[in-house]
């Protein structure tokens, strides 16, 4: 999935009129249009409604820890193990 299919996701999913949270250039460029059609072919989208596989999805990408940063000094025992 690319950033905007992610972005157009979101919409669907939280706005009770996607596409009015998003500039419209963007809603309705080229990619915007791919992108809303993508999600049609992928069922996560039916008759320009949310599907409960698009909530499912959502809901994966919300639950996905975000990454913790650590550092490591060089020529270390932890530097060599990974």
């Known amino acids: 999935m690319t950033p905007l299919e992610i972005v157009i996701a979101l919409e669907y999913a939280v706005s009770g009129e996607p596409g009015a949270n998003i500039l ?5 460029s080229p990619a915007g249009r791919d992108a809303r ?8 989208v039916k008759d320009g409604k949310p599907t409960g596989r ?3 999805w ?3 990408l ?20 990974g």
């Open 24 to 28: 419209s250039n963007i809603w309705n």
């Open 37 to 44: 059609r993508r999600m049609e072919d992928l069922g996560l």
């Open 54 to 56: 698009l909530y499912a």
């Open 62 to 81: 919300s639950d996905v820890p975000l990454p913790v940063q650590v550092w490591l000094a060089a020529n270390t025992p932890e530097s060599e193990n």
């Open 58 to 60: 959502v809901k994966m």
